[in-house]
């Protein structure tokens, strides 16, 4: 389409907007856009309309039909409705939980959703405030509600939101119902159509009720109480990152038994500005300054950040230089996991149908720590609703030890069927106060698990490419590595590729291809060494980015080997960037 021809197009879609079926403001903002003389913002806005994909929606906030507002959430709020009432026709009366994080509008969006609901004829459970996305799910769950919405853009940059929408089991929507409710909400093609007038009747305002059954419920996940009373006064410094985790974490942590929690005081104050950080993602080394900085200042043991919504785990340790440096997420998955495999070892609980689950794209590490315990490993697709997949067909069969995936969430519970900050930071301290009570520091206990599984290094890098051009330029390097594969990376040879698109897994040098057993395709490449490395490669479903993930092995016998190996991985990967052109 020729740009005259795309400024025509969206500027007769965004005169609809300045209807009197929308508020001034709307209205006010879309003129804006159409008297501008840039028309970047106005294409922007209104090019297409924001997708409510298998996740539910994200995008920027303001006014247009690719915007998060109250419009675009009303849309999918009022087709989610309308599939609800057709799934479950026979029941006297369907509910929901709705939850909301932080974020500038998340309140707003949260009583629309409400409003909507109950304007349907759905009961609503309605949080009082802010609370951590796991908390939702949980809700979902206690209240034996049908399906749920949590308003949040998790990690996104302040100028995000999101709505995200969640099954009766607590879980993010999957097949047929993903598909089903996209179809519905497709349908909605006047905002006369939404039912924005609430009936208060249905809403129901909950909160400590569901905190204290969350917070016990996560406490009868620990598994060494009287470790944690030993070192009650591990120094453990938790920030939340202006998040919703400012309450309920430092709650779990004494609940755990730990009784010298350092807080990072101007990282305590929920904002959805997040003011002292340029991004808040605990992925990210500057997010995490403020808290290594108390850190030193107070010679602690460990640190952890949640996330925004409090879903996704930060945690810092000390080097062999007394550095602190950030673990990343295969490391905590993988910390995490040893910890509980082990201790459910040593205390006689295992008793042959345990399993864990990790993500196509998280270390292969964690596979050969299963099979060391003779546990059962599932991988799965990225996203813990495919976790919670694979936890709704073991139930009954299988018992739960712990799933995670390389992007920091854990799931150590099956009462909450998404990432859960709140429970893996309770027991990623007990991890530390268990390693402690071995003679072991974090570090140590790291070496312990490279040594007896090998070891591996981890990098992912994101290439940002945002708007309509970006999605075409991420659509075309996709082409590019399925057509064009190389034949090796890092100086050895691909041995497989695995192309979950197509469901083949193809060895380059027969031509052979076998195919993969997965629920659906998904759009991710994986190249696989002779010596162990893995590549993987996707496009995320939430950000305009593509994203790379880089995993090298090399051979560790001892402690003294962990710098070397090190340098070895950091220096092999760099070689397999340049390979890729990223």
């Known amino acids: 389409m020729e740009n005259t021809d795309l400024i025509k197009s969206v500027t007769e879609k965004a005169r ?36 409510f994909g298998t996740g539910g929606l994200r995008g920027i906030m303001g006014a247009g039909s690719n915007r998060m507002n109250i419009y675009t959430v009303g849309a999918a709020t009022q087709g989610l409705a309308n599939y609800l009432k057709e799934t479950f026709s026979g029941l006297d009366q369907i509910s929901v939980a709705v939850g909301h994080d932080v974020r500038n509008n998340s309140r707003k969006f949260a009583e629309i959703v409400a409003n909507i609901f109950s304007a349907n004829g759905i009961k609503v459970y309605l949080f009082d405030n802010f609370r951590p996305t796991p908390e939702l799910s949980f809700a979902i769950r206690h209240f034996h509600c ?29 097949a047929p119902h993903d598909v089903n409710i996209i179809d519905h909400v497709n349908k909605i093609k006047n905002v006369s159509e939404i039912k924005f007038e609430g009936n208060p009747d249905l809403i129901q305002i909950v909160g400590e009720e569901v905190d204290t059954a969350f917070l016990d419920a ?100 000390r080097d062999n230089k007394g550095e602190y ?41 964690i596979k050969a720590i299963a099979e060391s315990n003779n546990i059962k490993m599932f991988d799965c697709y990225t996203g813990f609703k495919w976790i919670a997949s694979v936890i709704r067909d073991m139930e009954g069969t299988g018992r739960y030890l712990g799933g995670g995936e390389e992007s920091y969430g854990f799931l150590a519970e099956t009462f909450a069927r998404d990432k859960d900050c709140v429970s893996a930071i309770s027991l990623m301290a007990e991890a530390c106060a268990w390693a402690k009570n071995k003679g072991l520091d974090f570090l140590g206990l790291l070496q312990e698990i490279y040594i007896k599984n090998g070891f591996s290094h981890e ?53 052979k291809a076998e195919v993969m057993d997965m629920p659906t395709t998904s759009n991710v490449l994986q190249y696989f060494t002779a010596d162990g490395s893995k590549v993987s490669i996707r496009p995320s479903g939430t950000e305009p980015k593509i994203k790379f993930y880089i995993e090298v092995k090399e051979k560790m016998q001892s402690a003294a080997d962990y710098d070397k190996c090190n340098e070895l991985a950091n220096a092999k990967i760099e070689v397999i960037k340049k390979e890729l052109g990223i």
């Not at 996104?156 to 969640?166: L, S, V």
């Not at 990152?241 to 609940?255: D, Y």
């Open 16 to 51: 609809v907007w300045l209807s009197d079926l929308y508020d001034a403001e709307t209205r006010a903002e879309v003129q804006r856009m159409l008297d501008a003389d840039d028309k970047t913002e106005l294409i922007e806005s209104f090019y297409k309309d924001l997708e």
């Open 146 to 174: 049908q399906s749920g919405v949590n308003i949040t853009a998790s990690h996104n940059p302040k100028e995000y939101n999101g709505y995200k929408a969640y099954w009766e089991d607590g879980a993010q929507i999957i």
């Open 218 to 317: 996560i406490k009868g996940l620990s598994l060494s109480p009287e470790l944690n009373a030993k070192f009650s006064d591990l120094k453990i410094v938790y920030t939340p990152i202006h998040g919703t985790g400012v309450e309920l974490v430092p709650r779990s942590l004494k609940n755990y038994g730990f009784k010298n929690i350092i807080h990072v005081p101007e990282q305590d104050i929920p904002s959805g500005d997040f003011p002292t950080v340029d991004s808040p993602n605990p992925e990210n080394p500057s997010a995490m300054a403020m808290a290594i900085a108390k850190a030193k200042e107070t010679n602690a043991d460990l640190v952890m950040a949640s996330d925004p919504d409090a879903d996704r785990i930060g945690c810092v340790m």
């Open 325 to 365: 440096v950030l673990i990343n997420g295969n490391q905590i998955v993988m910390i995490l996991l040893y910890y509980l495999m082990n201790r459910n070892a040593e205390l006689g609980l295992l008793k042959g149908n345990e399993y864990i689950v990790k993500t196509i794209v998280t270390t292969e590490t």
């Open 459 to 511: 990098v992912g890098i994101s290439v940002v490419r945002p708007g309509k051009s970006g999605a075409e330029e991420i659509q075309a390097m996709m082409k590019q590595f399925r057509e064009n594969p190389p034949k090796s990376l890092g100086g050895s040879p691909i041995i497989a590729i695995k192309d979950y698109e197509a469901l083949t897994c193809t060895d380059p040098a027969t031509g």
